[in-house]
C-alpha cells in the first residue's frame, strides 16, 4: 500500500493531497519610510500572520514502469481563511521597493552612462526606497501596480524572467497562485524502495543551472544539483542517520536537514530535523558552499553570505538574499542594518518533523 502506483494509498493521498497545509506569512511594516533620504536606518514593526490554505494537485503525465518513473505537472492554489489570520487582505503596510532598488544597482551594470537617467525618470513618476499604503492582497499574490516604465527594465539581467512581475503589477507570490510548479519525474521506488519519491527530473532538467562556475570543474558543480524530492514524500523506514533532501523551484536550489531529536507531534511519534547550520555558512566556514557564492563585478556579490544566500542568480539579478526570519543565525551585519529584528531560535528556526515508518511529512519552514 506504500507504494507509489495507482489503487494504493500512498498514490491518491500523494496525488491530491487530503489534508490542509497551512501557509502563514508575516510581514514588515517600515515605520520611517524616509529614513534612506535622511541618512537613517530603516525601523520596522512585524506584523501578522495571515493564512492561507495551500492546495496542490498532480496531473498525472506518464508512468514508466521500465524506468520505475512518473511525471506529473503539479498546481497550486491558495486559499486565505480570515478566522485563522490576524487582519484582512486588505490591511496596508509600508514597504520597501523592490524594483526600484534592485534597478537602481544594477542600472549600474547593465546600463552604464544611461543609468542616473533612469533613476531620475523614475523618480518623476513618484518612484523611491519604498511603498507606501500597499495592501497585503496585492504584495503577496495579486500584485501592487507600478509604473509602465518599469516594463522594459526589469529584465535586463542575465537569467529566468522575473515571475515577481507581470503586466505592470508586481508581487512577492504574483503568479504563484494557480500556477503550475513545473513537470516533475520521480522515481516511485517500486522495483527500489530506496528511490522512493526522488526527484529524477525538473522541467526535463536532471540538474539547475544557476550555480555553475566556469572556475570549478564538471565534478564540482554540485551546487546544481537537484537532490531528493519534492518535500511531500520521504523514504519510508528512515532512521536517525538518514538526511532529508527536497528541492524547491522558488529556492532556486536543494537543501537538506539532519536528525536533531525525537518529538511527538498530535500524539505521533516523530524524527525532528533541522537545517545544519554549515547549510547556509559562508565559504570561509564551510569550502563546500563555495559554488553557491557567485563573484560579480559589484561588492553586492562580491561579498559571500554567512547565514544565508544570494538567490539573485535565478530572478534576473535581483538584489535578494534568502535568510531565515529575523535574520536568525545570519551575518551581524544584516541585523545591525535595520532595527527591529528579533531573533528567537523557537520561532525563526527550520524544521522538518519526520514520521519514519511511512512517508508523509510535517513542516514549518519559516523563510523571510
Same mark, same amino acid.
Given at each position: 500500500?506504500?507504494?507509489?502506483?495507482?489503487?494504493?494509498?500512498?498514490? #491518491?493521498?500523494?496525488?491530491? =493531497? !487530503?489534508?490542509?497545509? @497551512?501557509?502563514?506569512?508575516?510581514?514588515?511594516?517600515?515605520? /520611517?519610510? /524616509?529614513?534612506?533620504?535622511?541618512?537613517?536606518?530603516?525601523?520596522?514593526?512585524?506584523?501578522?500572520?495571515?493564512?492561507?490554505?495551500? *492546495?496542490?494537485?498532480?496531473?498525472?503525465?506518464?508512468?514508466?514502469?521500465?524506468?520505475?518513473?512518473?511525471?506529473?505537472?503539479?498546481?497550486?492554489?491558495?486559499?486565505?481563511?480570515?478566522?485563522?489570520?490576524?487582519?484582512?487582505?486588505?490591511?496596508?503596510?509600508?514597504?520597501?521597493? !523592490?524594483? @526600484? =532598488?534592485?534597478?537602481?544597482?544594477?542600472?549600474?551594470?547593465?546600463?552604464?552612462?544611461?543609468?542616473?537617467?533612469?533613476?531620475?525618470?523614475?523618480? /518623476?513618476?513618484?518612484?523611491?526606497?519604498?511603498?507606501?499604503?500597499?495592501?497585503?492582497?496585492?504584495?503577496?499574490?495579486?500584485?501592487?501596480?507600478?509604473?509602465?516604465?518599469?516594463?522594459?527594465?526589469?529584465?535586463?539581467?542575465?537569467? /529566468?524572467?522575473?515571475?515577481?512581475?507581470?503586466?505592470?503589477?508586481?508581487?512577492?507570490?504574483?503568479?504563484?497562485?494557480?500556477?503550475?510548479?513545473?513537470?516533475?519525474?520521480? *522515481?516511485?521506488?517500486?522495483?527500489?524502495?530506496?528511490?522512493?519519491?526522488?526527484?529524477?527530473?525538473?522541467?526535463?532538467?536532471?540538474?539547475?543551472? @544557476?550555480?555553475? #562556475?566556469?572556475?570549478?570543474?564538471?565534478?564540482?558543480?554540485? $551546487?546544481?544539483?537537484?537532490?531528493?524530492?519534492?518535500?511531500?514524500?520521504?523514504?519510508?523506514?528512515?532512521?536517525?542517520?538518514? !538526511?532529508?533532501?527536497?528541492?524547491?523551484?522558488?529556492?532556486?536550489?536543494?537543501?537538506?536537514?539532519?536528525?536533531?531529536?525525537?518529538?511527538?507531534?498530535?500524539?505521533?511519534?516523530?524524527?525532528?530535523?533541522?537545517?545544519?547550520?554549515?547549510?547556509?555558512?559562508?565559504?570561509?566556514?564551510?569550502?563546500?558552499?563555495?559554488?553557491? $557564492?557567485?563573484?560579480?563585478?559589484?561588492?553586492?556579490?562580491?561579498? $559571500?553570505?554567512?547565514?544565508?544566500? @544570494?538567490?539573485?542568480?535565478?530572478?534576473?539579478?535581483?538584489?535578494?538574499?534568502?535568510?531565515?526570519?529575523?535574520?536568525?543565525?545570519?551575518?551581524?551585519?544584516?541585523?545591525?542594518?535595520?532595527?527591529?529584528?528579533?531573533?528567537?531560535?523557537?520561532?525563526?528556526?527550520?524544521?522538518?518533523?519526520?514520521?519514519?515508518?511511512?512517508?508523509?511529512?510535517?513542516?514549518?519552514?519559516?523563510?523571510?
Amino acid at each position: 500500500q506504500i507504494q507509489l502506483k495507482k489503487g494504493t494509498i500512498a498514490w #491518491d493521498m500523494w496525488q491530491n =493531497i !487530503p489534508v490542509p497545509i @497551512y501557509i502563514k506569512t508575516w510581514n514588515f511594516n517600515i515605520t /520611517n519610510p /524616509n529614513a534612506m533620504k535622511d541618512g537613517e536606518k530603516f525601523k520596522v514593526e512585524e506584523f501578522g500572520p495571515y493564512t492561507f490554505e495551500e *492546495k496542490r494537485t498532480r496531473t498525472i503525465v506518464d508512468v514508466n514502469e521500465e524506468e520505475d518513473t512518473v511525471t506529473y505537472n503539479e498546481n497550486v492554489n491558495y486559499f486565505f481563511h480570515p478566522e485563522l489570520s490576524n487582519g484582512t487582505l486588505d490591511d496596508t503596510y509600508t514597504v520597501a521597493n !523592490p524594483l @526600484y =532598488i534592485s534597478l537602481a544597482t544594477l542600472g549600474h551594470q547593465y546600463l552604464p552612462g544611461i543609468a542616473n537617467i533612469v533613476i531620475r525618470m523614475l523618480e /518623476n513618476v513618484g518612484e523611491t526606497y519604498t511603498r507606501k499604503n500597499v495592501t497585503i492582497r496585492d504584495m503577496t499574490f495579486d500584485g501592487v501596480k507600478v509604473p509602465e516604465l518599469y516594463t522594459p527594465l526589469v529584465n535586463i539581467g542575465p537569467g /529566468n524572467d522575473v515571475t515577481e512581475y507581470h503586466r505592470g503589477r508586481f508581487g512577492y507570490l504574483l503568479q504563484i497562485n494557480g500556477s503550475n510548479q513545473g513537470q516533475f519525474k520521480i *522515481k516511485t521506488g517500486i522495483k527500489d524502495p530506496s528511490t522512493f519519491g526522488k526527484i529524477v527530473s525538473w522541467n526535463g532538467l536532471k540538474e539547475v543551472t @544557476y550555480w555553475t #562556475d566556469p572556475a570549478l570543474p564538471a565534478d564540482q558543480q554540485y $551546487c546544481n544539483k537537484i537532490n531528493g524530492s519534492d518535500g511531500s514524500a520521504n523514504l519510508p523506514l528512515m532512521t536517525k542517520d538518514s !538526511p532529508v533532501y527536497i528541492f524547491h523551484p522558488y529556492l532556486c536550489r536543494s537543501l537538506h536537514f539532519r536528525y536533531h531529536e525525537d518529538a511527538v507531534v498530535h500524539g505521533i511519534n516523530v524524527f525532528k530535523f533541522k537545517f545544519p547550520k554549515y547549510l547556509f555558512a559562508s565559504p570561509l566556514k564551510n569550502p563546500d558552499n563555495h559554488c553557491f $557564492c557567485r563573484k560579480g563585478s559589484d561588492d553586492f556579490k562580491d561579498r $559571500c553570505v554567512d547565514g544565508g544566500y @544570494y538567490v539573485g542568480v535565478c530572478k534576473k539579478d535581483a538584489r535578494i538574499v534568502i535568510t531565515k526570519p529575523h535574520f536568525f543565525e545570519s551575518e551581524q551585519r544584516f541585523s545591525d542594518s535595520v532595527e527591529g529584528m528579533k531573533p528567537n531560535p523557537d520561532q525563526h528556526d527550520t524544521e522538518v518533523y519526520v514520521e519514519p515508518l511511512w512517508f508523509q511529512t510535517i513542516c514549518d519552514l519559516p523563510w523571510r
